[in-house]
């Protein structure tokens, strides 16, 4: 089935530590992103990839980085930068830069140990 | 791109219609108006747009009224599957979405 792959389901950070979320992607989508949302609240973007090694910064991209070496990947590094990263991270893709259907992962819901 | 105003929650009864208002009252004439869902901790799912002209698609409805300035999404025979949060955004095609707080449909047995 065609669609897109975010792992783990739940992660947990130490202090001071960097941790990757994944994000896979069988559509064969150029454009990729990653939100973040946060209880009750709605999502805000970090990071987002309209070609291969390429990315932009989101609203929020302080404390992240990101990669972009091939086109079904996306991963996201939260960094020890991040000073408040507990949430639940979205992945994202669409045909095209900001198209209107974007296709989303179930998401990876991190948590500071 | 215009800002929207949802209520913050609705209840529906299984089986019955839930229309699920959305003002856009300084929405522009090249802005188009989305709808996203999103059941609990899982990603958001496209429902449907459009720009002036009503639209159904085999999920729901669209109703933009003639001034575009609000929008009304129904699902025509709701089930307890379409419990969800429900997010209208208007923004000019090529912007980037911005999913605000939406409206959180509780649809009751």
């Known amino acids: 089935d065609g669609g897109i792959t975010q792992s783990p389901k739940y992660l947990f950070r130490k202090e001071g530590q960097n941790v990757t979320l994944s994000c896979e992607q069988n559509?064969?989508?150029?454009?990729m992103y990653w939100y973040r949302q946060d209880p009750g609240q709605g999502l805000r973007l970090i990071y987002y990839?309209?070609?291969?090694?390429?990315?932009q910064k989101g609203d929020i991209a302080e404390g992240y980085s990101v990669s972009r070496e091939k086109k079904e990947s996306f991963p996201l590094t939260v960094t020890s930068a991040q000073k408040n990263p507990t949430a639940f991270y979205l992945c994202?893709?669409?045909?095209?830069?900001?198209?209107?259907?974007?296709?989303f992962g179930a998401g990876t819901r991190l948590s500071v140990l | 791109d215009a800002k929207t105003t949802q209520p913050p929650s609705m209840d529906c009864a299984e089986g019955r219609a839930a229309n699920l208002p959305c003002n856009h009252s300084?929405?522009?004439?090249?802005?188009?108006v989305y709808w996203y869902r999103q059941i609990h901790s899982q990603g958001p799912q496209y429902i449907i747009h459009?720009?002036?002209n009503n639209e159904t698609n085999e999920m729901a409805s669209l109703i933009i009224t003639e001034d575009r300035k609000s929008s009304t999404l129904i699902l025509p025979h709701a089930t307890l599957r379409d419990t969800a949060v429900y997010y209208c955004?208007?923004?000019?095609?090529?912007?980037?979405?911005?999913f605000g707080t939406g409206t959180s449909l509780t649809v009751i047995p």
């Open positions: 994202a893709s669409s045909r095209g830069w900001a198209q209107v259907i974007q296709y």
């Open positions: 459009g720009l002036k």
């Open positions: 559509l064969n989508h150029d454009a």
């Open positions: 990839s309209q070609i291969v090694n390429d990315f």
């Open positions: 300084t929405i522009s004439g090249n802005e188009y």
């Open positions: 955004i208007a923004l000019y095609t090529g912007n980037q979405f911005y």
